[in-house]
């Protein structure tokens, strides 16, 4: 069922929210009751003046019924078929399940959830040795010191008329020992406490994380209006603390205060006046307004990503852009293409279980750090949105001769409206959010079989 | 002539713990405490037994065993392996690269003399 027909699931549901009639709203809407409930049921499609009548009479916006706010949970339920090949869903009624069941799909997904974070804590709890080089080393330590202790103590023991400077020698060493293990056990039930604590959460880091930007719409309005940084720290401190239900481990907590650090100092280099400014002169153009500016391009993407949907629509009127609600999307990876900051869109998810499509402009950046990329993107799959997407990577290290710097690589996401993409010279380039919900075949990023069937 | 036995540790208190117990049995004891070299330095001293340590700065103790294995004339020296982790893997790892025994730590005294003499045929 495509995405389109699912509008009626959608006026249908709003209609029961509103407490509405079929026919009161038939009636309003100019149609017959009996036309208005094939259209609830999917069996009629609906679009232009009856959708924006219908809409007008539900007292919502066009758009809210016409688009799936739901492809991140589309997104979410694949993802969930294919960690579960065997349970053999049929992914092809995915999106009429998500429509129909909204809650029951929300459930689905928030399950997954709860379940990708008691693996993820079994495994390190089950090969803590192997997967924790911090607690690993910990505990090598303190075997060596109790090994030298036990050897130690049975010489001094068992050996008849050790000589007084051995005696003294020994004494010291299993001294230094005993304080050694007596530090080491101290920091180990340390360590395993706060690891413990965190292990108990629901969600894992990133989920709060996610959860926490979210809720502020990746804006934060109390960070771009200047004063000292003792009252950026201040707010910073205060958002996080009032974001309690959210932030429950320490390592999201802490992450969020390097976000948030970066965020002020990123609004301090380049204030949001200035940035609607540029953008309503050069438009959507990071590198020439880093150069004006005289800033890092990656600095102007995570500004603009910042920038609420709705202010920076008026400013794309002419432009092949379509910037809906949520902005531009962005995705900010290391040298080793692990994800460290994170936007995802409506239509344009980033993957929540394992990697990234190795095909993202972001990736290629990292191949060819200092050169700004732009193209247009095309999401596999029927529903597969059109993207142009900036790419740029560069060092965050400091250069040193015979040292490969560090690399830190931005993507923008922008979303193409239909005629945008149309003008289009070139076809764009398909690309994919993950291997195993990507329905291409014939792609040379493939890393593992996917597991929905072609054309999906 | 006593025996000589090369101890690869970095810990330096059991280094001289068990330097002092084997030299009081009677073994001629040479040691050494970083990775990084440690093959070339068993292949130098020729050892008649070597005891050597999994976790060692700078190399592994896997990748020495394997080292002195593949080539020259330590190919054949009885080889204790010494570790803190007693996982079955790890001891398979070091039957599989030409360990001729695996103690774990804490050993006793009594325990990795016992096993020296075994590993010597003295």
Redesign the interface.
Known sequence: MRRETLTGSRIRERRLINGQKQADLARKAGISASYLNLIEHNRRRIGGKLLLDIAAALEVEPMSLSEGAEAALLGALREVAALNPSADCELAQVEEFAGRFPGWAGLIEALAQRQSSLEQTVVSLTDR??HDPQL?EA??DM??????I???S??LV??DKLEPE?QD??HR?IN??ATRLTEGSQALVAYLNNETSDHQQVTTPQDEIEAFFQRHGYHFALLENGGSDKQAQDGIESMIASAGDLLVSASARAQVQRLLARYWSDAQAFGFDAMLDDVSIMGLEPASIAAKREVDIGLVMRRLSSVPGPILQPLMQDSPYDIAEAGLGLAVCDSSGTLTMRKPLPRFALPRFGAACPLWSLYQALSRPLIALRERSQLSGRDGAPFETLAFAAPVSIPQFGAVPLLESHMLMIPLSASGAAQSIEPPRPIGISCRICPRDDCAGRREPSILASGV | MSKHVLLVEDEPNIIEAVSFLLSRDGWSVSTHSNGHDAADVIRAKQPDVLVLDVMLPGRSGFDILEDIRSEGVCRDVPVLMLTARGQTKDRERAERLGATRFMTKPFSNAEIIETLHELSGS
Do not use: Y
């Open positions: 040795m192997t690993a505990l090598h075997l060596g010191a109790v090994t030298a036990r050897s130690t049975s010489i068992e050996t051995w020698r020994f060493n230094e020992d």
